[in-house]
């Protein structure tokens, strides 16, 4: 059996996909977060699943690939990362409560906060999101399918507009390294 026909199916649509992409809410995903460093602003990513994993790359692209070497540095946390706080308010309180409860603990105005979720529905990102309108922060969503109801409520949102979650988590991955690659070579004092 050949898998190939399969793997160029994919490959395809994930091209098509890429090529749909709005290079102008890309560039204002970048100089959103360019302002929020400017202002020594925090960011705060989070997701669910593989939108989690994706959550804390994007963290690490920018606390590390466009920090190093600076003496100022991005300001960013992963709300996805620390386990056991996660599992308490899971436990305790409701999973609908991971994110925003981290958020009421370190937020403020001016923050910036981006959500990640392929159908653009999970209830605990969209109580983030809300929250963070609520109290003043600059809210982004990155979504798929349709967008849902985060691509209604987030002040920026970045659709990868297919009905595929593979693809949709692929295109935010994608996002995460373009927009560390371009912050990385226009922050002041970046080496490149």
């Known amino acids: 059996m050949t898998f190939t026909v399969l793997i160029d199916q994919y490959l395809e649509k994930l091209q098509r996909t890429i090529d749909a992409l709005d290079r102008r809410q890309l560039n204002k995903l970048a100089e ?5 460093y ?3 602003a925090n960011i705060f ?10 959550a804390s790359h994007f963290a690490c692209d920018l606390n590390k690939g466009a920090s190093y070497g600076l003496e100022k540095r991005w300001r960013v946390i992963a ?10 308010y899971a436990n305790d309180v409701s999973y609908d409560e991971v994110f ?3 958020l009421k603990n370190f937020m403020k105005p001016k923050d910036v906060i981006i959500a990640i979720s392929g159908s653009g529905n999970s ?7 809300k929250y963070a309108r609520e109290k003043g ?7 798929g399918y349709d967008g849902g109801s985060l691509a209604k409520i987030a002040n920026l949102a970045l659709n990868a507009n297919i009905n595929d979650m593979q693809i949709s988590e692929d295109i935010h991955m994608i996002t995460s390294h373009l927009i560390m690659s371009a912050l990385k070579q226009t ?4 080496n490149k």
Not at 45 to 54: D, E, K, Q
Not at 79 to 88: R, V
Not at 187 to 190: A, E, I, K, R
């Open 32 to 36: 959103l977060l360019m302002d929020a």
């Open 45 to 54: 990513i989070c997701g669910n699943g593989g939108s989690a994993l994706t």
């Open 38 to 40: 400017q202002r020594d």
């Open 137 to 143: 922060g600059m809210t982004i969503g990155l979504t």
């Open 123 to 129: 209830v605990n990102v969209l109580k983030a999101i």
């Open 100 to 102: 925003v409860e981290q």
């Open 79 to 88: 709300l996805t990362d620390n386990l056991a706080t996660i599992m308490a």
């Open 187 to 190: 922050t002041p004092g970046s």
